[in-house]
């Protein structure tokens, strides 16, 4: 007798209904699974730093041990004059930083960098005694631009006698960092070796730049016109700038609320940068606009607002970035960060934890510039 074969359908629909579920979880979690993997196996950026804290006989000294965290081991600087990597990129960080969080600073940028997967550089962070009050650390970062422009010119003198050894050299700087930055160009100005050899740097970013926005002009005027410049740190670094470096970046944010003025409580501590200095600041609005100054030619002012997101937490210490005394009797404390845009501290990105971030501020915007190069 012939069997029948009855089709089953509740146990057929049953086993497709299966399948496809499984077919999805394969499709969603591999991909995952390996976009992970890359990110976890990126190729770590290098990471140096040199420092001139309570250095007295010399310009400036190598930093031994560990990274931030103790995550990474800190590199020998010297031997890049060895090595003469591609690119280094050298990050100067802001005011009131002791070495602890200048580390933190600078492992945040290199977080950031590795974000965006532009790894193969050498990452070297400049460490400054900005742990001073504002009066006297704008004098002291004036002061450290020379250091750092002896770091620069040394390493680019010594790769200039290796053969097929090009290095490109990229600045970044934080706050009144710009300080230093501006301060160094200067000093490469006037350096004879530096101007014999064609030297020049191949980019400088200054992002949140605690400095007048007429400090980059071209006319020596400019300042001297000005009398809240007088007897000051201040100078004119137009010519500078245009001499010895191919592209300048100015990343300035119009709602940063360190540099920002506040027309409603002009005064500390609604109001800061223009209450401390009489006037505007580079990285709030771009460079100054009226009375309009001479700029050079390779300086271009870049928007960055809405890069910096609302987050007050910038460090990932749970605290906020810009906590302020509003009275004393009775105290009282409010975090100034209260919207996008209003963080000084998180150009350099955002972090999550000691080893992750969470947004990576406006280092993307550099990178985009270094591969449009």
């Not at 012939?2 to 496809?20: D, E, G, H, M, R």
């Not at 090595?83 to 002791?98: A, F, K, Q, R, Y």
């Not at 250091?147 to 680019?156: N, P, T, W, Y």
């Not at 006319?219 to 201040?234: E, L, R, Y």
Request: proline share 6%.
């Amino acid at each position: 007798m012939k069997k029948l074969c009855i089709f089953n359908y509740p146990q057929y629909l049953a086993i497709i209904s299966i399948t496809v579920i499984v077919i999805m979880l394969i499709g969603f979690v591999i991909p995952n699974y390996i976009s992970h993997y890359v990110f976890a196996v990126t190729k770590p950026v290098p990471a140096y730093e040199i420092t001139t804290r309570n250095i007295l006989d010399k310009a400036w000294e190598s930093v031994n041990g560990s990274g931030y965290g103790n995550k990474y081991p800190l590199l020998d600087p010297k031997n890049l004059s060895k090595t003469c990597p591609e690119e280094v990129v050298i990050v100067v960080h802001g005011w009131s930083l002791n070495e602890d969080k200048a580390q933190e600073r600078f492992d945040r940028v290199k977080l950031s960098l590795e974000n965006n997967t532009y790894n193969n550089i050498s990452l070297v962070g400049f460490s400054w005694a900005s742990d001073s009050p504002w009066v006297a650390a704008k004098f002291v970062a004036k002061e450290n631009g020379p250091k750092l422009a002896d770091f620069i010119s040394g390493l680019m003198n010594a790769c200039k006698s290796q053969p097929n050894k090009e290095m490109d050299i990229h600045l970044i700087g934080h706050s009144l960092g710009a300080r230093v930055i501006l301060s160094a160009l200067d000093s490469l100005d006037k350096n004879i070796s530096w101007e014999s050899n064609g030297f020049n740097l191949s980019s400088v970013h200054i992002m949140g730049a605690a400095v007048d926005d007429e400090e980059v002009s071209m006319n020596p005027q400019d300042i001297v016109s000005d009398q809240t410049n007088w007897g000051t740190a201040k100078a004119d670094y137009g010519r500078a700038i245009e001499d010895n470096v191919d592209r300048f970046y100015n990343l300035f944010n119009a709602e940063d609320k360190v540099l920002a003025p506040n027309p409603a409580n002009p005064f500390s501590p609604y109001q800061i940068y223009p209450s401390f200095e009489g006037d505007l600041a580079l990285g709030q609005n771009g460079s100054q606009l009226f009375p309009p100054i001479s700029l050079p030619s390779n300086y271009v002012d870049v928007n960055v607002t809405k890069e910096i997101p609302f987050n007050s937490n910038a460090d990932g210490d749970q605290y906020c970035d810009d906590l302020r005394l509003l009275s004393l009797n009775p105290a009282v404390w409010s975090c100034a960060i209260t919207k996008a845009g209003d963080s000084h501290y998180g150009y350099f990105g955002f972090r999550l934890n000691e080893s992750e971030i969470i947004d990576d501020g406006v280092v993307n915007i550099i990178v985009n510039n270094w591969n449009s190069e």
